[in-house]
């Protein structure tokens, strides 16, 4: 509703992964290079690791954009938290392999001359799983077998695990430790600093059709900065809602004092990002649906007042 009031193309904040808005930091670029580095090169395993909300799911995205492009055959699971039978299932459904059986000796046969197919015509194979940290033992030493998928020379199956710090936490434990040491490549993703936080707040106005007037001040940004720690998916939100507010009080550029209304709406105080990184999908369904919604109230509260300042004006004339 405030798209064309700022003169934008499109929402700028949306806290889809969309690959369009993905910002290179430094630390961006060294994640995505160390991922297809590990695929071209056929390392077989690489872990790629970063705390809630910090990019993980949207560099996978840019990842698979440009594994599309290289017409690289891909299966990615987003859904962890599922037994050895289903993951195969859904690997196989993904890679698009005909599998009409239940066995899973002849579900790895046929995966395996699948990828020696693959491999003989010089292509390679990709498997990404997201939320990793979810996954069982049982489920991550299944995994680690299907790394021994392989010729004298080579990996077959190229295994990329995203996840939570906490995924590098269970790695260390002693049952684990076979598929610790097959990890080849490590990849991190980091929040912002200040001025990689300005910048990205300008590369996503920028990109979602802004003229280059400035919508957020030095200081309204740093307020962002400060209230968000410089965490992309906090980042986002507060923006998105900046935005919404500054629309209702019909102010073409965000101040200070709209970002630490909004902070407070979402009962964030300096420092206190971390408690919008929900740690568990519970605790992130109850933020998106009790304190999203809760916020969306009270602007739209707003919003009916300021229509209804309005109506005498419009009756007048």
């Known amino acids: 509703m405030y798209k064309e009031f700022f003169g934008l193309r499109a929402n700028p904040f949306n806290v889809n992964p969309d690959p369009r ?5 430094r630390h961006t670029e060294e994640a995505l290079a160390c991922l297809t580095y590990g695929i071209q090169s056929r390392k077989g395993f690489v872990l790629l690791t970063g705390e809630v909300g910090t990019g993980k799911t949207t560099l996978i995205n840019k990842l698979m ?3 599309r492009l290289q017409q690289v055959a891909t299966a990615f699971i987003f859904n962890s938290r599922m037994d050895v039978p289903q993951l195969l299932d859904f690997m ?6 005909p599998c009409d059986t239940k066995s899973k000796s002849a579900i790895l046969q046929r995966l395996y001359n699948w990828l020696l197919d693959r491999y003989r015509a010089g292509e390679t194979a990709v498997l990404i799983i997201d939320e990793a940290q979810n996954l069982s033992d049982e489920v991550l030493e299944e995994i680690r077998m299907l790394t021994n998928l392989e010729t004298f020379t080579e990996k077959l199956l190229q295994i990329v695990l995203v996840g939570q710090p906490e995924l590098e936490q269970r790695l260390k434990q002693p049952q684990l430790r076979q598929l610790r040491q097959r990890l080849t490549l490590r990849a991190k993703t980091h929040p912002f600093n200040l001025e990689e936080t300005k910048s990205y707040i300008h590369q996503r106005l920028r990109i979602a059709g802004s003229n280059g007037e400035p919508i957020f001040g030095p200081e309204a940004v740093a307020g962002i900065f400060r209230y968000s720690l410089g965490v992309p998916r906090v980042i986002n939100l507060l923006c998105e809602h900046c935005l919404v507010s500054a629309f209702v ?3 073409k550029v965000v101040s200070p004092e709209i970002v630490d209304s909004v902070a407070r709406d979402f009962d964030l105080a300096d420092g206190t990002a971390a408690a919008m990184m929900p740690q568990s999908p519970a605790s992130a369904e109850k933020f998106d649906l009790v304190e999203a919604l809760r916020t969306l109230a009270t602007l739209a509260d707003r919003l009916r007042d300021s229509e209804a300042k309005e109506l005498p004006k419009e009756r007048k004339l």
């Open 21 to 25: 808005y993905l910002y290179l930091t």
């Open 65 to 67: 954009e440009w594994l």
């Open 92 to 97: 196989m459904a993904d890679f698009g392999i």
């Open 249 to 251: 009080d019909q102010h």
